[in-house]
């Protein structure tokens, strides 16, 4: 099993800076993806960026691109999500999620590991 904790969440207004961190420990896969969703109630869990473990190929949504960026620390098994110019609409809840293999896969279906999620608030 392979655990993810997240951290960083928070409360802040449009404009400001937030750093999510996720914490990756367990049956770590030398070569694997790990990525960033968010999800408001009601609604269904959205893509946010991914990278691949080992290579350190990136994705982000189009929704963030130029505003957010992810990262890793494989010296600290740690997944970040720096997240710059936060606007309401980023109000979410946003989960770390994993899976095994380098694919590049925005489907939340393709992730077999989840975090617990952390609260992002944006007030206008």
């Known amino acids: 099993q392979v655990q993810l904790v997240e951290s960083g969440g928070g409360l802040v207004q449009a404009g400001d800076s937030l750093r999510l961190s996720c914490i990756v420990s367990g049956r770590i896969f030398s070569d694997h993806t790990v990525a960033w969703f968010r999800q408001v109630p009601g609604k269904e869990r959205e893509f946010v960026a991914l990278?691949?473990?080992?290579?350190?190929?990136?994705a982000h949504a189009n929704s963030v691109t130029g505003r957010f960026a992810i990262s890793r620390d494989n010296t600290k098994n740690t997944l970040y999500l720096q997240m710059n110019s936060l606007k309401p609409e980023d109000t979410a809840v946003y989960y770390c999620?994993?899976?095994?293999?380098?694919?590049?896969?925005?489907?939340?279906?393709?992730?077999?590991?989840w975090g617990q999620g952390t609260q992002v608030t944006v007030s206008s």
């Open positions: 990278i691949t473990w080992v290579g350190g190929d990136t």
């Open positions: 999620a994993a899976r095994d293999g380098q694919v590049v896969t925005v489907n939340d279906q393709h992730y077999n590991f």
